[in-house]
């Protein structure tokens, strides 16, 4: 008999989604009588590929995957200069966008599993027309959690709609509180739009509100302590965030990020009272929380460039084509949408939950960003 230990697309043995006690089924009773199962199972744990209990997953590392991020579109209606050139990304063709009720097919394999907390990110999400559809869907299927991460220049139309049909709380990316500086950064935006979305969101009751800040010599460096501020008054996050060198550099604008112990410093300079350690407000996130003194709002830092949390990292990404991407740094995929337009409806969503499989158990123990020629999309391409 030979046994396989292996990573293959088909490792079944190696990693298990159901009830531990499912592990048995794999195997044949000889070996079971054998005693055999038992080094198998020593194996399995000694190579790190750990089966689950429940529905939850581990990859070979370790971490329970449970956090998927599903972009809806590559579009998007601003042009950020950390992101990409003014000219913006070739397009996909819409046909190989996924679908809306494919997207919840993946969801439904996803949540199958063992995902509990799902973000809609894109490109701009709210550039996708009829979101809150999407949003009823995932709405319905019971996650734990439902995120979205957005420019918030469209938000204030949607907001209350969004909040009914099941959307829990958003992220606002908002680079400077300076009008003028607003637009350099996203070429095209307007301001007094992004805090529109953002005061929306509040009203509707999208809580916790957090601001992403992507911090960057010569461009916003000199406004963190203004940003840190905000969360004295306001019950709003405030998250500040090391740029990642991501896709292609041409046509980029020559941007160069800042460490979180410099924006810290920076912060620490004029915050009354300094920062103390502080419990995350939600969500199963990277970021290291403080909280001024008396301050209503929390300032946190995601640093993955000076203190990569790959050791924590629980999530897979879906890109708008209908990819698994295991690692935003990383150009492994996995391609479900093959799967939802060629397999027989009797075995799509096994072969999809398979795709999940493989995509967790070839997750990299740590990303590669310092490795940007080897990277061929971009965050909006993949879904930030
Ligand atoms: N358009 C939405 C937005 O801007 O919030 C969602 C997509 S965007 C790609 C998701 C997040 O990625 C945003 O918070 C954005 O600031 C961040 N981001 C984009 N490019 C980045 C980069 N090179 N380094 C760090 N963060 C980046
Ligand atoms: Fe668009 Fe978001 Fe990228 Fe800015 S960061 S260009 S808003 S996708």
Redesign the pocket.
Known sequence: MVLRISASPNAESVLLPGKRSSWKRLFPPDLEREGLICVFRRLLISSRVTAAKDNRMNDRFGREINYLRV?VTDR?N?R?V??MPPEGVPLLRHEDILRYEEILTVLAAAKKMGISHVRI?????LVRKDLDHLVRGIAAMGFEDISM????TLLAGYAQILKEAGLIRV???L?SLRPDRFSKITRTGRIEDALAGIQAAVRAGLEPVKV???VMAGWNLDEVADMARLTLNLPVHVRF???????PSDGMEE?S?VSSDLIMAEISKTVPGGLEVSTAPSGAGPARTYRAAGAKGTIGFIS?MSKPFCDSCNRLRLTPDGKLRPCLASAIEVDVKEILRSSRQGSKMREIEEAFRRAILSKPGAHELWDRESQAR???Q???
């Open positions: 972009s998007c601003l950020c950390y992101c990110t894109g490109g701009e999400p991460t957005t420019n918030g992220n606002v990316s680079d992403n800040v992507v965030i090391e740029y990642m060198p991501i896709g941007v990020g993955a971009r965050m909006c993949i879904g930030g």
